[in-house]
C-alpha cells in the first residue's frame, strides 16, 4: 500500500512506456489520483502547479493508458507502465527526458506493422506483401536471411546493416502475420538464457 505521508500527502510517479521500457515522464500522485487512475485506467496526476488533479491528456488527447503499476520497496514511489496516447511531454516529444529512442524503435516499429495490418494503407508495402499471404512472407524473410549473409561475408559494413534492417523488417511482418508479439520472442530468448 502506498504511503503518502512521507512526501506530505504526494508521491512520485515514474511513467514508462510498457513496450520500449523508455523512461516517458515523473509526476506526482495524492491518494485521489491514485484512486482516480486505478478506476479509470488512464494516468492522473496531482499538478503542484494548479493544485488540483490533472488527467494527462485532457486537453491534448495525449493520454497515458495504465498497463501495469508497482509501488516500490519501501511503498513510497510509483512505477507505472502505459501505452502512451501520442507525445508524453508538452513540447511534442515522446518523452520528457532527452534519450536515446531510437534504440527502441524496433518496438515502435512493430506498432508501425501491427496498425497496418488493423488499418490498411493503400501503397503500404506491409499491405502488399500481406495481400500476397503468409508463403510470401515467409519467402523474403528467408531471402533477407541469405542476403544478410552473403553482405556479412563480401560486403561493406553499410550493406551488412541495411540487410540486416531489412530481415528484422521482414521477420516483424512474418511474426505479426503469425500472431507473435515480438515480446514473446523476448520471453523465450530470456528462459533460453537462464538454462
Known amino acids: 500500500m502506498l504511503d503518502f505521508n512521507k512526501g506530505a500527502g ?3 510517479v515514474v511513467i514508462q ?9 515523473l509526476g506526482y500522485m495524492n491518494k485521489e489520483a491514485w484512486e482516480k487512475t486505478k478506476q479509470e485506467q488512464r494516468v492522473t496526476f496531482f499538478s503542484r502547479t494548479k493544485n488540483r488533479l ?9 493520454y497515458l493508458e495504465v498497463v501495469s503499476t508497482s509501488i516500490d520497496c519501501d511503498n513510497d514511489t510509483l512505477l507505472i507502465k502505459v501505452n502512451p496516447v501520442g507525445p508524453t511531454c508538452h513540447t511534442g516529444s515522446r518523452s520528457c527526458f532527452k534519450t536515446n529512442y531510437n534504440q527502441n524503435f524496433i ?5 508501425i506493422v501491427n496498425d497496418r495490418f488493423i488499418n490498411p494503407t493503400e501503397g503500404s508495402y506491409v499491405n502488399r506483401l500481406r495481400e500476397k499471404g503468409i ?8 531471402e533477407e536471411a541469405v542476403e544478410t549473409v552473403i553482405a556479412a561475408l563480401n560486403e561493406s559494413e553499410t550493406d551488412f546493416v541495411n540487410e540486416s534492417s531489412d530481415l528484422v523488417f521482414h521477420l ?6 503469425k500472431n507473435i ?7 523465450n530468448l530470456a528462459e533460453r538464457h537462464q538454462n
Open 135 to 142: 508463403n510470401k512472407i515467409a519467402q523474403k524473410v528467408g
Open 17 to 25: 512506456d510498457n513496450q520500449t521500457l523508455e523512461v516517458l515522464m
Open 181 to 187: 508479439p515480438l515480446s514473446r520472442i523476448a520471453e
Open 107 to 111: 518496438f515502435q516499429l512493430e506498432k
Open 172 to 177: 516483424l511482418v512474418l511474426l505479426r502475420e
Open 10 to 12: 504526494l508521491v512520485p
Open 54 to 62: 490533472w488527467t494527462k491528456g485532457e486537453e491534448s488527447g495525449h
